[in-house]
C-alpha cells in the first residue's frame, strides 16, 4: 500500500514536470513567433506548474517551523510541571508535619487532621506524585499519633510509679515517726523499695527520627520493665498496654491514620483525660 502510494506520486510528480517543460517550450515557441498573449497564458501556466510541484516542499517548510515550535512549548510545559509537581511535594511534606505537632490536646482534633492529611493527599494525586513519595511524607504524621497514643500509656503508668512511692513513703513516716536508725533493716528495705521504682524514661523527642516508633509494643513492654512495679500493677496495666499497642500497630500495618486510631484518641481529648482511666483501673488500689 504504501509502495504505491509512493508509485503515484512519483507519477504526479513526472506529469506535472512533463507539462511544465511543455508549456515553458510552448511559451518560448509563441514569443519567437510574436503571439504576445498566447506566450503570456503559457508563461503562467509554466509558473502553476512550477507552484504544484514545489508546494508540497514548501508546505513541509512551514510544517517543520510549527513543529519546532509545538516541541519547545511542550519542553516548557513539561518543565513548569516538574516545577509545579517539586512545589507541590514540598509544601505537602511541610503541612504533613505541620499538622503532626499540633497534638491531641489542641484545638485541632485528629478527626480534622485526618481531613487535612486526605485533601493534601489529593492535591498530591493531582499532581500525579508517585504513592511511594506520598507514604514517606505520611510518615511523621504517623509518628506524632503514635506519640499521642504512647503518652497515654506512660501518663497512667507514671501516676502509678509515683502512688506507689507515696505509698512506700507513707509506710516509712507511720513506721518511724521518731528519729530513724540508717541501719535499721527494716528501714533499709522500704528505702531499698522506695528507689526500685522509676519512671517511664520515654524520650518522644527521639521517637521522631528514631525507628522504634514503628515498634509501639516493644516500646510498651520496655516502658513497664523499667518501672519495676509490683506484679499485681503490671498485670492490672496488661489490658492497657494491649489495647494501646494493638491501636499503635494498626496505624503502620495501614500506614495512614486509621479508624480504630481515632476513636480510641477521642476518648483522650484533653491534657488529663487519662486520669479517669487510671482511677478505674487501680480503683481498688488507692493511696
Not at 151 to 168: F, K, L, T, W, Y
Request: hydrophobic residues 40%; aromatic residues 10%; contains cysteine.
Amino acid at each position: 500500500m504504501e509502495n504505491a502510494s509512493k508509485r503515484s506520486v512519483k507519477w504526479d510528480r513526472t506529469v506535472l514536470w512533463a507539462g511544465c517543460i511543455a508549456a515553458a517550450g510552448f511559451c518560448i515557441v509563441t514569443a519567437y513567433q510574436d503571439k504576445a498573449a498566447a506566450a503570456t497564458v503559457l508563461g503562467v501556466l509554466t509558473g502553476v506548474f512550477l507552484i504544484f510541484i514545489y508546494l508540497p516542499l514548501m508546505d513541509n517548510f512551514a510544517f517543520f517551523g510549527l513543529k519546532a515550535k509545538l516541541r519547545e512549548r511542550i519542553t516548557e510545559a513539561e518543565e513548569l510541571t516538574k516545577l509545579l509537581r517539586a512545589s507541590a511535594s514540598t509544601s505537602s511534606k511541610l503541612l504533613l508535619y505541620q499538622l503532626g505537632y499540633m497534638n491531641r490536646m489542641s484545638d485541632v482534633p485528629w478527626a480534622a487532621k485526618q481531613n487535612f492529611m486526605r485533601e493534601i493527599e489529593d492535591n498530591l494525586s493531582m499532581h500525579e506524585i508517585p504513592e511511594s513519595q506520598v507514604r514517606e511524607m505520611r510518615e511523621p504524621l504517623l509518628r506524632f499519633m503514635t506519640i499521642d497514643l504512647l503518652s497515654i500509656a506512660e501518663q497512667i503508668v507514671a501516676q502509678r510509679v509515683n502512688d506507689r512511692r507515696r505509698m512506700v513513703q507513707q509506710q516509712i513516716s507511720e513506721k518511724f515517726r521518731g528519729p530513724i536508725d540508717a541501719a535499721d533493716p527494716e528501714y533499709i528495705a522500704l528505702s531499698a523499695k522506695l528507689k526500685s521504682y522509676q519512671n517511664p524514661n520515654v524520650n518522644f523527642h527521639e521517637l521522631l527520627q528514631s525507628p522504634e516508633a514503628r515498634q509501639p509494643r516493644s516500646l510498651l513492654d520496655k516502658l513497664i520493665r523499667e518501672t519495676d512495679l509490683p506484679e499485681e500493677d503490671k498485670a492490672k496495666l496488661s489490658d492497657l498496654i494491649a489495647e494501646v499497642g494493638n491501636v499503635a500497630e494498626e496505624i503502620w500495618s495501614a500506614h495512614t491514620l486509621t479508624d480504630g486510631s481515632l476513636e480510641y484518641l477521642s476518648r483522650y481529648p484533653k491534657y488529663d483525660s487519662w486520669r479517669s482511666k487510671y482511677i478505674d483501673i487501680f480503683k481498688d488500689n488507692l493511696p
